[in-house]
């Protein structure tokens, strides 16, 4: 078995060491085959529409957030970012979704084993570029007090945010 560490591992266990925190770094790997149970839940899958910008029609939808976490909270944040058809990132314009868009909410916690309901809105102009546009919301799952210190058995537990991307497809006509 092949271990690799990151320079960020490296980094925080030496931040530790030289605060006095810790007098020897011990590092565990756990060989787990398993996989690990999912923490967060979005339904539907994505969003695909379509928009009639010449009546000046826009697009209303909702998606659900779910942690199945039993016993911790998630901390959310949404934003969104314009992509070509291949989901690179390109810079937002009058010409992409990104300005045109209303996420509401944008941050929020969902509590322990529970959901949050997300709207979208999106809401072009008429004289928008009629084609396929896409964009990603970045779902940010961030940890308020990532690091949990028990100094009974002098360990040290990182735990660790994600980032997902939401598909969002709107052909506009």
Known sequence: MRL?????????AV??????????TQIVVKNNTGTPPAQLGIAPSRIE???????????????????YNPSREKHIKLSLVDVDKKHRAIKPSKKTLFPWAMINPKNFVI????????RLSIRPPSNFPKKRH????????????????DQKQKSITVTLGASYGFPIIVTTK
Do not use: M, W
């Open 4 to 12: 690799s560490i990151s320079k960020k591992s490296i980094l925080l």
């Open 15 to 24: 931040a530790f060491a030289t605060a006095g925190v810790v007098c020897a």
């Open 111 to 118: 509590p322990a084993g529970g959901q949050q309901t997300v």
């Open 49 to 67: 529409g379509e928009v009639k910008v010449s009546k000046g029609e826009r697009l209303d939808e909702s998606f659900v957030i779910y942690n």
């Open 134 to 149: 896409y964009a990603l919301l970045k779902i940010d799952n961030f940890v308020k007090n990532p690091l949990k210190v």
